[in-house]
């Protein structure tokens, strides 16, 4: 057998080697065959060759949405995107803050985890193994943990959103969309920049890079970042801060260009984090929240005497939160351009170690909290090859990725759930879950376009995937499946772990998409598409219910594997430029038919996920970008419109049990606010050998639901917020930023979650930063 590192090796060495021996050939051909076309790299290379590059009016960047290089107003894709300059001016250091930016994208976190949705299609469940619908790529390498999705943007050439199902061209858990980062690479002289903020709470932030030829076929850039900062809250049981920050992450990229037609780049990363971000806030307690059918009693810590905090940053705990997060990886990305074919091949291996320890009942009594760990190795390897000819053009390609996934869940709680006597230090462990999965996915896909006239374009594309996933489940419980949480039905008060319940299975998918693209006039694109997309199946690793008296058989029910989502989306939008191109206007307008959504169902006493529901989807986005002829006004402008509605799902809401099964049909999705608005001002005021730049950005958004019984108490009502600056640019390189984000401290929920019956439903969640402001500088050498 291989080893890890063997494996990488292998996989990296062979993709050079594909490319290597054509390039070899193409070599040995006359010099006139080797050299690319002068014309056509702008058009038909392979993603990531071409910069993100804005024209001298800063309206145009130059996007790989579509797998090749193209204007952002030439593709026929919802896309947001943002070059590293753009992030730095905005203050956008992470996902969290990326997301106000660009229409339909919500973020939420829960215990570190990122929750992301486009256009209501998001991150459903919580259960170990469960994959985001928001593919999220990182140098054009897919990252399937959700927690190793967490972390500081630093020294990024630009970053891509993808609104809408990519499943052609980008396969696999991609329903709502993708999020695309590209780091820089080494330029052709040596260049850098070195950043420092400093900020309230005792926030410093580092940020660095530098990078150049080494030699004339050499290139290597190396970049840093740390973050250190004290939490927003405290534990006022213990004294001690929640919600801190302390992060390290740091990458290296060596370029390699033998020839103007051969480039191979390898990148390595890691990142480090240890805080206490974890902390578990208790929004509400359900019992009094006036709701029929609720029980009208505190949750369980307050009724055995311990107190609680709700309304603010503090918790009150008998524990700290603590997390921990550590992962990296590498990526091989070569390149070979043969005039009008392209070739290319991204290997990718990542690994992400994360853990954590949480209280979940929002008080100071000792009830129960939760211990968590997985890790993950995933290996990737793509061959692509772009070709354009005349009026064809054609992107191809294949993939296989492959993940094994280790994860384990125990949740201590105390000995007043067997014999309803509350004893502080009397801890059981009722209950333990977890296991190891391995999943095998494939597939292969082509996407061509014909220019059928001067203006009129037809695409047409499709993707076979094929995954299999093998689940070793381990679990135990102090109860019995069928008998839960009663104490009679105690079988042994230490229970063993059970198991492993070994299950496998494999899915396919057909993913196909056929589009119209008209050129109405140099300025101006219409576009319209048919596509589907997918979300790939699951097992809930864990989720065997079995006590050691039991048979795997007796409790099938509650790991059967659960079947992938898929939504059929047909889009048209609008992409234009006005006022002699100082006006960037971009409009697209959606219908969605999802089934099988993977969702949490109530089945007798238990809760299993399942393909429980269906739902349509529809609405409006626009984005503008408005320049000044002297550059020096700048305004950007996003909107959103979303009607999301469930139209097949019942369910049971743990919160209000008395009223039985409901009927959700008509309720909103999770995570998808009806109306979002974002704006930016700024205007450049020239003041001798540089530039004064004040800035002001607002947000908006209604009502989120963060649950499917549309809940007003878990839920985040409607708000604003802004956020200015001010900042000198020296002609220098130079620039020095004045900031308060969160100008009114207005105090919001990124998720909240209603917890188990078992500790009176109070409804848990996590919380966006308070009020913050600081000073940056920023330094380019």
Not at 220 to 249: C, H, P, Q
Request: net charge negative.
């Amino acid at each position: 057998m291989i080893s890890r590192p063997g494996r990488i090796l292998y996989m990296m060495g062979a993709s050079i080697w594909a490319l290597t021996a054509t390039s070899a050939f193409a070599q040995s051909s006359s010099a006139d065959d080797a050299a690319p076309e002068s014309a056509a790299p702008a058009q038909t290379e392979s993603a990531p060759a071409a910069a993100s590059v804005e024209s001298a009016d800063g309206t145009e960047i130059i996007v790989t949405a579509d797998r090749r290089a193209t204007s952002i107003q030439r593709v026929p894709i919802a896309v947001t995107a943002l070059t590293g300059q753009d992030l730095s001016n905005r203050g956008v250091l992470e996902i969290s803050s990326l997301a106000p930016q660009v229409p339909s994208f919500n973020f939420g976190q829960t215990f570190g985890v990122l929750k992301l949705a486009i256009r209501g299609i998001g991150f459903s469940n919580q259960s170990t193994g469960a994959e985001g619908s928001v593919a999220f790529n990182l140098n054009d390498v897919y990252i399937s943990r959700p927690a190793a999705q967490v972390g500081q943007f630093y020294d990024i050439e630009r970053v891509e959103v993808l609104r809408g199902p990519q499943g052609t061209l980008y396969g696999r858990n991609a329903t709502g969309g993708a999020v695309n980062v590209h780091t820089a690479r080494p330029g052709s002289s040596w260049e850098g920049f070195a950043e420092l903020t400093v900020g309230n709470y005792n926030q410093i932030v580092t940020e660095a890079a530098v990078g150049g030829p080494i030699s004339d076929t050499l290139g290597v850039r190396l970049a840093f970042t740390s973050e250190d900062r004290d939490g927003y809250g405290k534990n006022v049981a213990t004294g001690n801060d929640i919600d801190d920050v302390k992060s390290r992450a740091a990458r290296l990229t060596l370029q390699f260009e033998p020839s103007s037609t051969f480039t191979v780049a390898l990148i390595g990363d890691i990142q480090r984090d240890t805080n206490h971000s974890g902390g578990n806030h208790l929004i509400a307690q359900r019992g009094l929240s006036g709701e029929p059918g609720t029980s009208g009693l505190p949750v369980v810590g307050v009724q055995v005497g311990g107190q609680a905090v709700i309304g603010g940053y503090d918790i009150r705990s008998d524990i700290d939160p603590q997390y921990r997060r550590r992962g990296g990886g590498l990526t091989l990305d070569a390149r070979l351009a043969l005039g009008d074919l392209t070739l290319r091949s991204v290997s990718g291996w990542r690994r992400s170690v994360y853990g954590l320890i949480s209280d979940v009942d929002g008080t100071d009594a000792e009830i129960a909290s939760i211990v968590y760990r997985e890790s993950s190795d995933t290996y990737s390897q793509e061959f692509n090859a772009n070709y354009s000819s005349g009026r064809f053009s054609i992107t191809a390609g294949v993939y296989g990725f492959i993940e094994n996934l280790n994860g384990f869940f125990a949740d201590p709680a105390n000995s007043y759930f067997i014999d309803g006597v509350y004893d502080p230090g009397n801890t059981i462990a009722y209950y333990a879950a977890g296991g190891h999965l391995v999943t095998h996915a494939f597939g292969g896909y082509a996407q061509l376009s014909y220019q059928a006239t001067d203006r009129l374009t037809l695409i047409v594309g499709a993707r076979y995937s094929t995954e299999k996933k093998k689940d070793d489940d381990l679990y135990t419980d102090y109860f019995t499946s069928t008998a839960w949480m009663e104490p009679a039905s105690i079988t042994d008060p230490n229970p063993p772990l059970a198991g492993p319940n070994t299950q496998s299975k494999r899915w396919n998918s057909f993913t196909p998409k056929f589009g119209i693209n008209f050129q109405a006039n140099p300025s101006t694109l219409l576009y319209a598409s048919v596509s589907k997309g997918f979300k790939a199946g699951l097992f809930n690793l864990g989720g065997t219910r079995v006590t050691p008296n039991e048979t795997f058989t007796e409790v099938s029910l509650f790991n059967q594997p659960v079947n992938p989502e898929t939504v059929w989306a047909y889009e048209a939008g609008l992409k234009t430029r006005l006022l002699d191109n100082r006006v960037r206007l971009n409009l697209a307008g959606f219908y969605y038919d999802y089934s099988n959504l993977q969702l949490s169902k109530v089945e007798g006493q238990n809760v299993t996920l399942t393909n429980a529901a269906s739902a349509r989807l529809y609405g409006l986005e626009g984005e503008a970008e408005y320049v000044s002829p002297d550059d020096g006004l700048r305004v950007n402008l996003s909107a959103s419109w979303l009607h999301t509605r469930f139209t097949d799902f019942f369910n049971t809401d743990q919160g209000r049990p008395g009223l039985g099964e409901l009927d959700l049909r008509g309720n909103r999705l999770p995570q998808s606010p009806e109306f979002t608005v974002s704006g930016g001002i700024e205007y450049r005021v020239p003041i001798g050998g540089g530039f004064v730049v004040p800035r002001a950005q607002a947000n908006y958004a209604t009502r989120t639901y963060f649950d499917e019984f549309n809940s007003n108490v878990v839920s985040q009502p409607a708000y604003a917020k802004v956020d200015l600056s001010l900042a000198y640019e020296s002609d220098r390189g130079f620039r020095v930023t004045g900031f308060v984000n969160n100008l009114t401290n207005k105090r919001t929920i990124d998720t909240a979650f209603q917890s188990s019956g078992l500790l009176g439903h109070p409804v848990n969640g996590f919380l966006a930063p308070p009020r913050t402001y600081g000073v940056r500088v920023r330094a380019h050498f």
